[in-house]
């Protein structure tokens, strides 16, 4: 059964920080892996990576997959508190549009 | 342009009755999507419209949840004989074939 699996669970820092969330996933026909951002209800779309080893960037925020091991990272640099959410890691399959969800990593960042 | 749009916003119900959750999606958008997303979980994939083809309804945890959509327009997720264990923040996306979904507001359905 497909599957993703993030972590940590929830992370609190200070504006400023610098940090990493982990998204690991097991899918049959993998296509691609998505990086939403959830405020308070709709998940708003970050990332979508197809390839391994090339980044995608905006702003403060970049990815990156690593087929090979099927993981993937999201950065954020110099943290501000409007980065609090929810980051939503998801996968697709070949056969099929429907995206499996891993649960989350929650993100606060504190002044 | 318009973003994904559902309603209601908030809905609370009783034990045993049925609801009807509405979601319009992005004009232009051949797929629409039905996730929903129990309180600190992820979103769980319930169904999807692609354009005329069968609707995959893989998700659809009982045959208490059906859902219908319109060509390439409106969708209605219905649930009959609500449980508590339904009450869960509704999410529909839309997409182009093959794209990014994008989604909208989601409904939060309480059932007391």
């Known amino acids: 059964e497909d599957k993703v699996v993030q972590s940590p669970l929830s992370l609190v820092v200070h504006e400023g920080d610098t940090v990493t969330l982990n998204c690991s996933y097991e899918?049959?026909?993998?296509?691609?892996l998505l990086w939403y951002k959830q405020e308070k209800k709709a998940p708003t779309f970050l990332f979508m990576l197809t390839s391994s080893g090339i980044e995608k960037k905006s702003g403060r925020l970049s990815s990156i997959l690593d087929k090979k091991e099927l993981f993937s990272i999201l950065n954020i640099t110099a943290t501000q508190t409007g980065d609090s959410a929810v980051y939503l890691c998801a996968d697709r399959a070949y056969n099929t549009d429907k995206l499996i969800f891993g649960t989350g990593t929650r993100l606060q960042v504190f002044p | 342009g318009a973003g994904v749009s559902q309603s209601p916003s908030n809905k609370v119900t009783e034990k045993g009755k049925d609801v009807e959750l509405r979601c319009d999606p992005i004009s232009g958008h051949t797929a629409l999507y039905w996730y929903r997303q129990r309180l600190g979980q992820g979103l769980e994939f319930l169904i999807y419209f692609q354009g005329n083809s069968a609707p995959d309804k893989s998700g659809l945890p009982s045959d208490r949840f059906s859902a219908e959509r319109t060509g390439e327009s409106v969708s209605t997720l219905t649930i009959q004989r609500t449980q508590q264990e339904d009450s869960a923040v509704y999410l529909c996306?839309?997409?182009?074939?093959?794209?990014?979904?994008?989604f909208g507001p989601g409904t939060r359905l309480t059932v007391l």
């Open positions: 996306a839309s997409s182009p074939l093959g794209g990014t979904q994008y």
């Open positions: 899918v049959t026909n993998f296509r691609s």
